[in-house]
């Protein structure tokens, strides 16, 4: 059996490095746009401060393609898969033979149909192209408008004020996060926003209009429009479902999967921010990617899939380290662990005596404790949770 | 082989947690965290994560792996090799022992 894997983002690499390290013997291929595989979250931070190197984004050490015996086609992309005859089609006209076919074609940063949205000031952030193309843009001085103030957004207006910007975040929710981090973590982060200088509002875009120069930007419920001197734009990707699509796989607002990876076709695997596990929601998450390549590999494999575990994110923000865990939307309560007014702190959501959710500012212990107690489904005490000095290293440990 | 540097009490590591020393202490390029695993067993490392600025000193210890407090890569306890991404390079172990509840450090030998 030979595997080709299309895209070589984190839910690509994994999958061929799961399918190693779970044994497999046979002809990896990933097949990749860019130069290399590259690792996306520092784009918003230490990339686009110009504080890291592109090399150092690589999601692998050059030697380890040929150490693990991954053949990397860079620069291409497959325009067609033919599953019934067991191969796929290159950008370049080749042919490629592949008995099974990963999908990790990851998305594009979501552009909304909005008046003016493809100005040449207007900005996303997705890829390496992107963000170099953001970078001039954000000098000293420079008046920025945010467009979105969920994980990117945020990242980016804190990367652009640390770069000496004047720096406008602009959402249509209140507090946004919330319904994620819950009202008392999210309050605070957007709260954190306007110690470091930037301006919060609550809007949306009505349009935006090139005036060479600057981009003049009308926002709802505002009687004046505001110039510019470029705009970045961060609510939420597009995946890249065409290859699916067109080779007649099930595709409803992602690539619909099993609870293997495997879409209609068993031939055909789908991981990472494209695939949409039938009757959920697409995670859209780092580790969740990664996690999804470990389970392609296994149902390649034949072998047992790894046990799933609790969502888990991160986000760096103003210098701080923010986590969460679980689904804060299913919480009953929620307890503040220390105190909400500075970091470190946590939030656990509770239903029915149990941890189903939990975020933290500069606390990762608190989160990785949660994580493990919402998967082992441990009873737990609420008090005990929100005292600082009980260990919840302690809480963990089975009652003796 | 040197005699070891006594850096710390057991008691001074949690269980499940760890405890930097300082390199102006070990020597080394790096500070070194020692790591106490969920068996009580005493590792040491290579303090600075191979992928970003963070201390494995404080990060979640258990069953034989160390996760980092920022994007949770995680290290084998004994060899230092790197267990998933973001992290892509290995850390270094280093050889401690414990002695009557004391905690001896030997910088730069392997365990």
């Not at chain 1, 970045?232 to 699509?245: C, I, K």
């Not at chain 1, 595709?251 to 991981?271: C, E, K």
């Not at chain 1, 009953?332 to 702190?345: L, W, Y």
């Not at chain 1, 441990?378 to 008090?383: C, E, F, K, L």
């Amino acid at each position: 059996m030979n595997v080709v894997v299309v895209g070589g983002g984190i839910a690509g690499v994994s999958t061929a490095a799961a399918l190693r390290s779970q044994g497999f013997d046979g002809e990896i291929t990933l097949v990749d746009a860019g130069e290399f595989p590259y690792d996306r979250p520092p784009l918003s931070k230490d990339y686009l401060a110009g504080t890291r190197p592109a090399r150092q984004l690589a999601l692998q050490q050059p030697s380890w393609y040929d150490d693990q015996r991954v053949r990397l086609v860079n620069r291409t992309t497959v325009t067609a898969l033919r599953p019934a005859e067991g191969k796929l089609e290159l950008s370049d006209g080749t042919m490629l033979p592949a008995d099974r076919v990963v999908l990790a074609t990851g998305g594009s940063a979501a552009r909304p149909p909005i008046p003016g949205i493809d100005g040449e000031r207007v900005h996303v952030l997705r890829t390496v192209e992107d963000a170099d193309r953001l970078r001039p843009a954000l000098t000293s001085g420079a008046r920025i408008l945010v467009v979105g103030a969920g994980l990117i957004g945020a990242e980016t207006a804190s990367t652009a004020v640390r770069l000496g910007c004047e720096v406008t975040l602009v959402d249509p929710l209140a507090t946004p996060l919330a319904a994620v981090l819950g009202p008392e973590l999210a309050t605070w982060l957007q709260d954190m926003h306007t110690w470091h200088g930037i301006t919060t509002v609550q809007a949306a875009v009505e349009s935006f209009t090139d005036r060479g120069g600057h981009v003049e930007v009308r926002l709802t419920g505002k009687a004046a429009s505001r110039s510019y001197d470029a705009v970045v734009v961060g609510v939420g990707m597009v995946p890249h479902t065409g290859l699916a699509e067109r080779a007649g796989l099930d595709v409803d607002r992602g690539i619909l999967v099993d609870a293997g990876q495997a879409t209609s076709n068993p031939a055909v695997l789908a991981v990472g921010d494209p695939a949409r596990p039938r009757g959920q929601a697409r995670a859209e998450h780092w580790e969740a990617a990664q996690q999804d390549g470990a389970r392609a590999a296994a149902t390649l494999l034949g072998t047992a899939a790894p046990a799933p575990t609790a969502p888990w994110f991160w986000t760096d923000r103003h210098g701080r380290h923010i986590e969460a865990a679980g689904h804060m939307a299913s919480a009953a309560e929620t307890v503040v662990r220390g105190s909400c007014a500075e970091p470190s702190f946590a939030v656990f959501g509770l239903r029915d005596g149990r941890v189903v959710a939990a975020a933290a500012v500069d606390d990762s212990a608190a989160v990785r404790a949660a994580r493990r107690m919402i998967d082992r489904r441990t009873p737990v005490d609420a008090g005990r949770l929100a005292d600082p000095d009980v260990s919840l290293r302690a809480l963990l440990r089975p009652e003796r | 082989m040197s005699n070891g540097i006594r850096v710390a009490a057991l008691d001074d590591i949690p269980q499940g947690e760890g405890l930097a020393v300082a390199k102006e202490i070990t020597g080394t390029a790096d500070d070194i965290a020692l790591l106490r695993d969920t068996d009580d067993t005493v590792y040491a490392l290579d303090d600075t994560c191979t992928h970003e600025d963070a201390s494995l000193a404080d990060g979640w210890v258990e069953d034989g792996y160390v996760e980092c407090p920022l994007h949770a890569s995680r290290f084998c306890l004994k060899n230092g090799e790197v267990q998933g991404l973001p992290a892509t390079r290995n850390t270094c172990p280093h050889r401690v022992e414990v002695r009557d509840g004391e905690v001896w450090l030997f910088p730069g030998e392997a365990p």
